[in-house]
């Protein structure tokens, strides 16, 4: 059984820059450019701040999100470095 099958809980975004080891705006590139799929939860929308729903990942898509080849703790580095 993979680890993919075993995982089924949601994360925060906080939950998903420890396990990548990347940055908050990093996460949400990932998000936003569709490479990472999140889902809204909770809260009841709009456009002040304290109205939004938070993003939740489920551990399977960021596992899936990993093994796809969309993220590589090398590549990250790299781009780290060089700005």
């Known amino acids: 059984m993979s680890s993919v099958e075993n995982a089924d809980h949601l994360l ?3 939950e998903v ?3 990548l080891k990347v ?3 990093t ?3 990932y998000i936003y ?3 990472l799929r999140a889902h809204r ?3 009841t929308g709009g456009k002040h701040k304290e109205n939004r729903k938070p993003y939740r990942i489920w551990e399977t898509d ?5 093994d796809s080849g969309k993220f590589s703790l ?4 790299k781009r780290k470095k060089s700005t």
């Not at 960021?62 to 990993?66: M, P, T, Y």
Request: cysteine-free.
């Open 12 to 14: 925060t975004i906080t």
């Open 17 to 19: 820059m420890n396990k």
């Open 23 to 25: 940055g908050r705006l």
């Open 27 to 29: 996460v949400y590139d």
């Open 33 to 35: 450019s569709g490479k």
């Open 41 to 43: 939860l909770g809260g």
């Open 62 to 66: 960021l596992l899936e999100f990993i």
């Open 74 to 77: 090398l590549n990250e580095s």
